[in-house]
């Protein structure tokens, strides 16, 4: 009796289905897969399975190529195994798993068709007489020998030792290191046949130093190949340097590469750091085999060094009027922006180029010119030009490079830049600098730290150089939509300098002088074809454009040249003018218009500001009234912008009285407040005084005027605190056909931003407190709020505090 896999006892029948195997031994306690497909086993298997022990001999055939093995041809003693699994697979074979119990003996076939039942007798296994010091002795052994197997390069499991460390029976110990050796079918059938067990594993030790033989031949062979290979490299290199020296080719040292690539560094004019450690590396490479991967990963290093830029600059242009009229050609406007750079080239007038390159950064909406703006200051300066983008880079790698032990190293993006620029002065634009990420593989932020520092710069270490590199004397020039994405630590480092959004007449400017030239040279058409006018160009940007750059327009503008191209090569020849009324014929009803700002005043509806990465906008502020209690919000909101609304209601409340609301009212009713677009997300202090403005004009039912809009912080209090984005909320005021603008007083020094010209279109009301903004946003308004109650009488009217007396709060 013997037990299977799960522990169970199983008696043997005395009749068992057969199934020959051809290519392998199956030992008892081995579990295994097998891939059955000749239609005699198959039915075996069925056979077995439909019996409730789903017991089956397994015995090797003799003959491994015969097809349907004769009972000559099958070996007599084999292996009771029990079927675990059964899988059909899909070209008519079956899979099993198998777990080997007992050996067995055929005594004699029972049947032949429609497959082999045999009689069967279970052996059982003898009595190990041997003492035990001699089977752990022989244990050992047999282990050691298969460690020492597995160590030549046997391909076998290194678990398996760990396998054998549990088993003390030395008969099952033979039987896993037997299975395990892939062994010959007559050789592996010797071992089973084998009954002693000691006698089985002294077998198995003597089949192991018969493989350790072996083994150690192949490896000897194999010494003698790679010895015979480098002594021919060697003989073949010796014979080309002779034939050299015979013919005397007095090129041949000035080809040689090593030559070649000390004369390129010797002419760099390294630091004396860099030099030392070049020419180092250099003679490492000379003794190396010009094969190895070391050699070629040296090689590549000294390569980098010979091209990358160490003293060689680019002559730089002094001449400000030349630099102003390259400023002025490529752009329109941007003062401040020419002014800093007009500035930096006299400094280095006055010094004598001896002046620390500026680090910039433009801030603005998308389209609005920071890219390009790059490229006119490079021309301007007569340097060369390199673009970095760090839109999405995680990897800290990308700025300070790999080190050269990891495969496929390069140097980080400054140093590859100063390859494609090849002078150590360019001007090198990181664009899109607010968009830099970070993850475990490190924060590229932090590392920009040391780029854009004037004082560290000059030692920029690259992990792949690993010696000190000079970035000083390039010019940096980043970009960025939104500066509060910037760590703090770099944009300290930079200079800001804001470029706001357009205004309509600006954009008329700019694409007169600017987009309508490029776009009409892109699509091959001629003044002789279109005409573009005044009229026309401020129809496209205020009913086919929302935005503070220009890039839609140059895609609108674009859309009118293709549909006169397509005219022109349908066979037309007259010339289209571009007028309001063309351009709804060509380009279809406009998309936006005044509709934006309100059409009628209203009660609980005003118009507030807003300022986004992508410019201005008008924001639409509705407030209602229901049975209820508290206050909703909705629309997207941000914590700020509720905490906002909060203040303003918690202003209201605390003013009931003097507004003429009844404090119940508050206890009743359920005030609801949304912002329009509720996809957009929104967010920050500035609508406090609209959302103020529209809880009042709501809870005493006053109407507010809709040509006005407003922006500003309040307090509980009713102050009105300033807040940012001022001149692109005007330009989106003006979009919207909005001539009354509300800001807070201490926003005023903000409007010298702001056009003289474009000033006197919009009027802007400064305020200080909500009483203002009330009596100027509700239309006839007369309440009077007590704003002063919360004032602290003059320090006059204060009682002197006993010295040494806590004052109860």
């Not at 100027?776 to 009682?799: E, M, P, S, Y």
Request: aromatic share 6%; charged share 30%.
């Amino acid at each position: 009796m013997v037990t299977n896999y799960e522990g169970e006892a199983i008696e043997f029948k005395e009749h068992l289905p057969l199934l020959p195997v051809r290519d392998l031994v199956v030992y008892p306690f081995m579990i295994l897969p097998l891939f059955v497909g000749r239609e005699t086993s198959i039915r075996a298997v069925e056979e077995a399975l439909n019996n409730t022990d789903r017991l089956i001999l397994l015995s090797s055939q003799r003959d491994i190529t015969a097809e349907t093995p004769t009972p000559s041809e099958i070996y007599e003693l084999g292996t009771v195994a029990m079927i675990m699994r059964m899988r059909k697979l899909p070209d008519g074979r079956i899979k099993i798993l198998i777990q080997g119990l007992a050996k067995a003996r055929i005594k004699e076939f029972v049947s032949m068709e429609p497959f082999y039942q045999v009689k069967v007798e279970k052996l059982e296994a003898q009595v190990v007489t041997a003492a035990p010091a001699t089977i752990e002795a022989l244990a050992r052994t047999v282990k050691e020998n298969l460690e020492k197997v597995i160590s030549l390069g046997k391909l076998l499991s290194p678990d398996i030792l760990m396998v054998l460390e549990d088993i003390q029976d030395p008969g099952r110990l033979a039987d896993l290191v037997a299975s395990n050796l892939n062994l010959k079918v007559q050789d592996a059938q010797r071992v089973l046949e084998i009954q002693d067990s000691v006698e089985r594993l002294g077998h198995i030790n003597q089949v192991l130093l018969k493989e350790l033989e072996i083994l150690s031949q192949q490896a000897k062979i194999k010494s003698q190949k790679d010895d015979q290979k480098g002594q021919k490299d060697f003989l073949l290199r010796e014979q080309i340097k002779a034939m050299k020296q015979e013919l005397h080719d007095e090129s041949a040292d000035k080809n040689d590469e090593f030559s070649e690539l000390r004369e390129k560094l010797l002419a760099k004019k390294l630091p004396a750091e860099a030099e030392k450690e070049t020419i180092k590396q250099l003679g490492r490479l000379e003794r190396m085999h010009p094969d190895s991967s070391e050699a070629s990963i040296l090689r590549s290093y000294l390569e980098w060094i010979t091209d990358i830029p160490w003293t060689d600059e680019s002559k730089e242009v002094t001449d400000l009027q030349f630099a102003r009229g390259v400023l002025d050609d490529d752009h329109f406007d941007l003062e401040k922006v020419k002014e800093r750079i007009l500035e930096y080239l006299a400094v280095r007038t006055l010094k004598g180029g001896a002046a620390k390159g500026p680090i910039l950064c433009f801030s603005g909406p998308p389209g609005v010119g920071k890219t390009s703006l790059g490229k006119s200051i490079a021309r301007a300066t007569g340097r060369e030009f390199v673009r970095i983008s760090l839109g999405g880079v995680k990897d800290e790698s990308e700025i300070r490079g790999h080190r050269r032990t990891y495969v496929g190293a390069m140097p980080g993006r400054f140093i590859q830049a100063m390859k494609q620029c090849k002078t150590v002065n360019p001007v090198i634009l990181l664009d899109e600098i607010d968009k830099l990420g970070s993850d475990f593989k490190g924060d590229p932020a932090s590392a920009m730290l040391e780029v854009l520092d004037p004082e560290q710069n000059c030692t920029f270490r690259d992990n792949y150089l690993n010696m000190n590199y000079d970035l000083s004397k390039i010019m940096f020039i980043a970009t960025a939509n939104v500066l509060e994405q910037i760590p703090g630590p770099l944009r300290d480092r930079m200079e800001i300098i804001n470029l706001a959004g357009y205004t309509q007449e600006e954009k008329v400017q700019i694409s007169k002088k600017y987009l309508i030239p490029k776009q009409m040279d892109e699509h091959g058409i001629t003044d002789d074809h279109i005409e573009f006018h005044d009229e026309g160009v401020e129809c496209v940007i205020s009913g086919y454009t929302r935005e503070a750059g220009l890039r839609n327009l140059e895609r609108q503008v674009g859309a009118l040249c293709r549909k006169v191209a397509k005219k022109i090569a349908s066979g037309g020849h007259e010339k289209t003018h571009i007028f309001s009324s063309t351009v709804e014929d060509l380009l279809g009803p406009p998309l936006y218009s005044h509709e934006d700002s309100n059409e009628y005043d209203e009660v609980g509806v005003a118009t507030g500001l807003a300022w986004t990465a992508a410019g201005g906008e008008i924001l639409h502020i509705e407030a209602t009234k229901m049975k209820g209690r508290g206050i909703t919000l909705t629309g997207q909101l941000g914590d700020v912008m509720k905490e906002s609304a909060h203040a303003a209601l918690g202003f209201v409340r605390s003013h009931a009285r003097e507004l003429g609301i009844e404090e119940k009212f508050f206890e009743e009713n359920e005030i609801h407040i949304h912002l329009p677009a509720g996809a957009i997300p929104k967010d920050g202090p500035s609508a406090g005084i609209t959302l103020a403005t529209v809880i009042t004009s709501l809870l005493t039912n006053s109407y507010i005027s809709k040509d006005i809009a407003m922006t500003g912080e309040i307090t509980l209090t009713g102050k009105v605190l300033p807040v940012g984005g001022i001149k692109e909320k005007a330009l989106a005021a003006m979009r919207a056909g909005i001539e009354t603008i509300i800001i807070p007083w201490k926003n005023q020094k903000d409007l010298l931003e702001i056009p003289a010209e474009y000033r006197k279109k919009i009027t802007f009301v400064p305020v200080k407190n909500i009483q203002e903004v009330l009596s100027i946003a509700l239309v006839d308004w007369n309440g009077q709020l007590n704003l002063d109650q919360t004032k602290r009488k003059d320090n006059a009217d204060k009682k002197p505090k006993p010295k040494g007396e806590r004052v109860a709060a």
